[in-house]
């Protein structure tokens, strides 16, 4: 603290502060200062070397995110990318620095864990200065022997990155013993040359003359053509690549499948997750198993473990690996290798897949063989005995005569048995069902009719029942079974069942088959016949009438019908109102989906709903049911356990959508809002729990999108001031009852007015003055701020032009514009209509956007915003902080000026934190050639605050309130009278008069 502050304080702030520091010293002391309680709820700082989409750290990323969320998941995660790998300077570092100071000046940071080497330098260097040595480390992803770990600091444990570069090696050697050069391909970070070291070593105690040759400085194409040219005797050993190579700078595995492509020789390595990137292999360190051993150690701290008495751990998380098609391609014996853990990629074999259904058809045929041998032996047997039969044909002779004189009386019988019979054949050919009779006791049957039509066999291939049966689809062949035997027992009338039949070409036929039973005297079935009927036609058209009255034709999820029925059958059924029986609702609505979808197109917007839907089903899991009621509107039903865990499910369901969805080359970054009712206690019928899960999500919906709300019975009074205001909001639109606002913004250099913000009021004649947080996203909700937002680019614009008339040439007129405006396809033809109308000066126009307005489709508004800076517009980045706040951002975007949050206004007079982060901005902005607007100044201090720090213009109610246009004339005329009394720095800092009278 500067001395000058430091005098101010006075006596009893000390001694205040001083029994508060001995209270905390005295908590510590009753504490372990390095253990956690799992049950608590601990925040965590997760620091992570290099970007989000490296591969090696997201998957210690989620691996430590696994573990913290399984054992703790009340847990508060912060989590920073130092983003080394790309841009490895210190100053980022330092920024980094001044950023953790400034966001955890009131936090209290339980455990710090971190992810390779520059993470955890940093870690160190920052933890004395922010949080104190007490708070433990745990790191990841760091070697042994590491200069970051020399000196063994404090509270510090983690997991080592063991290499196996020894092994790899030996792997190479027993691929091919004639190896005789190493190429490692490296970059120039620390962990690199630590490896190199170490490998150097290892090649001079294997016992094989081997060559090291480094190639660390070669521009992507040359280091191709190297790879390309080397001899038989070589192979290459990936462990990194520089960024500045060549210009480029590509991921690790896109760099690697370049390297791999025109490589003549293989590429080894030592990291597994490389493997998919055409890596021939190596003893590779197990990113799945490592992370495991880091997760099993996070989990030991979090369980209240000592730091202090947990050693720092080596894992042996490594598997010899070799890629199938990688071998192949360099000629590599699998044969040769003394051991492989793991063969990726090999080529399918059907002997090694499906062994046991080999082994299984093998014992088959030689049990049909052994029945044929079986079969013949008693064909054989029945031989013998026709053989006897014969013997006995002499005794039937005799009575052959008696026979004779019968015949004569049948022959008359048999001629008219002839003519019935061809009239039933003929009744059954024109028949157009399949007409069957069955004698019961010798299990013979016939079929005629269209037999082949419908089944595609022959009629004489099924007369046996057994062949019947097996056609049968087994899932129905016991329930037409169980028909068939109540009808032979006389249970019922007559025989009927339905069911499917395998046709001959694979394809089942839906049957209906009927019959009825003809009984003996002892009331034994003896014979029985009936029809079958071929009803597929009629089944399919059911089964399609079910699946549209079930389920979505956009995304093929269950509609609300089906979603209804669920819910009722889970409720009906007798589950009772305990934790172990929950039922929740989660009603999910796409954020902006309107926009995009009138935007982009309905086909595109259809795809869209497909892949939130997907994205949903996947993160729900098996057995839970994600339904789509229409539009953007979707429903998860959570039962059980599950139900319990409603926030973690909605914090999956947020991390989930980080990630953009791809549509047509398009990335959507698409956020939701949630709202939630249980069963009970929040409805006992459906319809009531979807209701109130709705109200919870336009509850989510008003308080800023992208949030979770649980049903209270208090949202139902704001549901219906949610109708009236809308109501109110579309006369409002009709009537003309919006008007224009203009609050000035003036600079500090001289206190000269430079332009104006237009603000839409509001004042009804129910709800009185509405403010703006309250109608406008209700505006961009109904898409009533695609009119609204014209009508005051227009009106602004003309105001403006009559400003500039009265000799105020520079001015520059700012309206703020909406995501659903930006979204407009022909947004910029718009705004270069209302200028051409009003006359008024491309560059006496600035458009105001917000962070978060172009994050959920960078690429289209930064088309967009560049279109419109080429034609002369300004643009200006307003509320700055709030949102994402990424220098990255600031670089795309086409911006001319940035308007600091009034939140870093309300402090800079009285947190010196809060001046320095100012500070910093405003030499950022000042770098990039960008003009400040500090919004929200309220006093002379905040004025004289802002302007030592150099901020270019002042807007807030130190200098006026919002005034309608017909009193702007005397604002500025008073405003002259003003500006002698305002400070005005000089070049050496010193507070002057300012001048009575500059220009505008």
């Avoid at 839907?613 to 039962?639: C, N, P, T, W, Y």
């Avoid at 009193?967 to 010193?990: M, N, V």
């Amino acid at each position: 603290m500067p001395e000058r502050l430091r005098l101010r304080v006075p006596a009893l702030a000390i001694h205040v502060f001083a029994a508060i520091a001995a209270f905390l010293i005295l908590g510590c002391l009753t504490q372990p200062a390095t253990a956690l309680d799992a049950k608590s709820r601990s925040r965590i700082l997760i620091l992570h070397s290099y970007h989000i989409g490296h591969d090696w750290t997201d998957l210690q990323a989620d691996g430590i995110s696994d573990a913290i969320n399984a054992f703790a998941p009340d847990s508060v995660q912060e989590i920073y990318y130092l983003d080394w790998k790309r841009y490895p300077e210190v100053s980022s570092l330092d920024a980094m620095e001044d950023l953790l100071r400034q966001r955890f000046a009131a936090k209290i940071v339980d455990l710090i864990v971190t992810t390779d080497d520059a993470a955890l330098s940093f870690a160190l260097r920052i933890r004395p200065k922010i949080f104190g040595n007490e708070i433990p480390i745990l790191f990841s992803g760091v070697k042994a022997g590491a200069p970051t770990l020399l000196g063994n600091p404090p509270n510090l444990t983690g997991v080592y990155e063991a290499k196996d570069i020894e092994g790899t090696l030996r792997m190479a050697l027993e691929a091919n013993p004639a190896y005789r050069n190493v190429y490692l391909i490296r970059d120039d970070t620390e962990t690199s040359l630590q490896t190199e070291h170490a490998l150097r070593r290892v090649i001079d105690g294997i016992g094989v003359p081997l060559t090291l040759h480094t190639l660390s400085d070669l521009p992507i194409d040359a280091l191709r053509q190297k790879l390309a040219g080397l001899g038989p005797d070589s192979f290459a050993l990936f462990i990194a690549y520089s960024p500045e190579a060549g210009g480029l700078n590509l991921p690790h595995g896109r760099f690697l499948e370049l390297m791999s492509a025109g490589s003549a020789v293989p590429i080894f390595g030592l990291q597994s997750y490389l493997l998919k990137y055409g890596l021939t292999g190596g003893s590779l360190l197990d990113g799945d198993r490592y992370r495991a051993a880091v997760g099993q150690l996070i989990r030991q701290v979090l369980s209240g473990a000592r730091v202090e008495a947990l050693p720092l751990q080596a894992a042996d998380v490594t598997r010899r690996v070799i890629d199938y098609r990688q071998a192949e391609r360099y000629g590599l014996p699998l044969d040769g290798f003394s051991r492989l853990d793991q063969v990726v990629n090999k080529p399918f074999s059907f002997v090694e897949t499906y062994r046991s259904l080999v082994i299984a058809v093998a014992a088959a045929l030689l049990l049909l063989s052994a029945l044929v041998v079986w079969l013949t032996l008693v064909v054989r047997q029945r031989l013998r005995a026709e053989r006897a039969l014969q013997g006995a044909n002499a005794a039937l002779i005799a009575s052959r005569v008696r026979l004779q004189d019968s015949v004569v009386e049948l022959t008359a019988s048999q001629t008219e048995l002839k003519r019935s019979e061809q009239r039933l054949r003929l009744i059954a050919e024109a028949a157009r069902d399949i007409i069957w009779s069955w004698d019961v006791r010798s299990e013979e049957r016939s079929l005629s009719g269209r037999v082949r039509e419908v089944l595609g066999y022959d009629a004489e291939s099924l007369t046996r029942m057994q062949a019947w049966d097996a056609l049968v689809h087994p899932d129905d062949r016991a329930g037409a079974a169980d028909q068939l035997l109540r009808h032979l027992r006389g249970d019922t009338a007559e025989y009927r069942a339905e069911y499917r039949i395998r046709h001959r070409d694979g394809h089942l036929v839906w049957l209906c088959a009927t019959g009825k039973a003809l009984f003996d005297e002892q009331g034994r079935p003896v014979v029985m016949a009936g029809s079958y009927t071929d009803i597929t036609a009629e089944r399919e058209r059911q089964a399609w009438l079910d699946r549209m009255a079930h389920f979505d034709q956009v995304t093929g999820l269950p509609n609300r019908v089906r979603l209804s029925e669920h819910v009722d059958a889970w409720i009906s059924s007798g589950h009772m109102d305990t934790a172990s029986h929950d039922l929740a609702l989660l009603f999910l609505d796409m954020d902006n989906f309107k926009f995009i979808n009138d935007s982009f197109g309905h086909k595109a917007g259809d795809r869209l709903l497909v892949a939130f839907g997907q994205r949903l089903k996947a993160l729900a899991g098996e057995g839970v049911m994600v339904s789509r009621l229409g539009g953007d509107e979707f429903v998860i039903v959570l039962e059980g356990e599950a139900a319990g865990d409603i926030q973690g499910v909605c914090r999956r369901i947020e991390e989930s959508f980080r990630a953009p969805f791809v549509i047509e080359g398009q990335n959507f970054f698409v956020t939701s809002s949630i709202g939630v009712a249980r069963y009970p206690w929040d409805g006992r019928s459906f319809d009531e729990l979807l209701q109130n899960a709705d109200t919870a999500m336009y509850w989510s919906k008003d308080g800023g999108r992208g949030r979770v709300s649980m049903f209270t019975p208090e949202m139902n009074r704001n549901v219906v001031e949610r109708v009236r205001l809308l109501s109110r909001m579309r006369t409002a639109m009709e009537s003309n009852a919006f008007s224009l606002h203009y609050q000035p913004q003036v600079a500090t250099r001289n206190g000269a007015i430079l332009g104006f913000e237009a603000l839409v009021r509001w004042t009804d004649r129910e709800l009185g003055p509405v403010s703006p947080a309250r109608f406008i996203p209700a505006c961009e909700e109904t898409g009533m701020i695609i009119p609204l937002g014209l009508w005051v680019l227009e009106g602004a614009c003309r105001q403006a032009m009559a400003l500039i008339e009265t000799g105020m040439t520079g001015l520059k007129m700012s309206v703020n514009v909406s995501v659903v405006q930006l979204s407009q396809h022909d947004f910029v033809r718009q705004v270069l209509e209302v200028l051409e109308r009003t006359g008024l000066p491309p560059a006496n126009l600035q458009l105001e956007i917000t962070e978060s307005l172009v994050i959920g489709s960078l690429d289209t508004a930064v088309g967009k915003l560049t279109e419109l800076r080429k034609a002369g517009v300004q643009i200006a980045l307003d509320d700055f902080g709030t949102g994402y706040s990424s220098l990255t951002y600031l670089r795309r975007l086409p911006i001319h000026t940035l308007k600091l949050d009034r939140g870093f206004i309300d402090e800079v007079t009285e947190k010196p934190e809060a001046r320095n982060l100012v500070a910093s901005i405003l030499r950022i902005a000042s770098d990039l050639s960008h003009t400040v607007v500090a919004e929200g100044v309220e006093d002379l201090a905040q004025w004289e605050a802002l302007s030592r720090l150099g901020c270019d213009l002042i807007q807030g109610y130190f200098v006026s309130r919002p005034l309608p246009a017909d009193q702007l004339g005397a604002f500025i005329a008073g405003w002259e009278k003003r500006r002698p009394a305002l400070p005005l720095l000089d070049e050496h800092g010193t507070v002057i008069g300012m001048p009575a009278r500059q220009g505008h």
